[in-house]
Structures are given as C-alpha cells and as structure tokens.
C-alpha cells in the first residue's frame, strides 16, 4: 500500500517505520493505526518478530492491513 505526503500528496520511499518524500525533501515517522477503528495500535516485539495490538476491542491486526499514518518526524 502507497502512502503519501501530507504536505505535497508524492508516495513516500519507506525504510521500515520511516517515510522520506523525494519531492519536498521532508520525513515522516509511519505510525501504525488500527484499519477498523483508525486508533494507534500497540507493537509488540519478540524473537524478531513484530505484531500489532488493538487496544479498542480489534485484537492482533495482521501487518497487511496495518494503516500507516505520516507523523512529522527528523
């Protein structure tokens, strides 16, 4: 799934929880969101892998449908 930049709507080059827009030259932080009820979910790491929580009644959220939200970042 593409995600773009808030401020000029490019898809942004992803590198894991990190966007970069080459068009405006700004970066983002990709917070994960629940699809169902668009609420931060809770990451959950171990043994190398990573899962996502919701922590409003939607369970484990499969990476797959993770919505990935551009927060400013550094």
Same mark, same amino acid.
Request: hydrophobic share 20%.
């Given at each position: 799934m593409d995600?773009?930049?808030p401020d000029c709507q490019t898809i942004l080059e992803q590198?894991?929880?990190?966007g970069h827009c *080459?068009? !405006?030259g700004h970066h983002f932080t990709l917070a994960p969101h629940? *699809?169902? !009820?668009?609420?931060?979910l809770e990451v959950l790491k171990a043994c190398g892998a990573v899962d996502y929580f919701c922590q409003h009644g939607h369970g484990m959220i499969s990476r797959k449908r993770v919505?990935?939200?551009?927060?400013?970042g550094t």
């Open positions: 995600i773009h930049c590198d894991g929880l990190q *080459p068009a !405006c629940c *699809p169902e !009820c668009h609420q931060s919505e990935f939200v551009p927060q400013p």
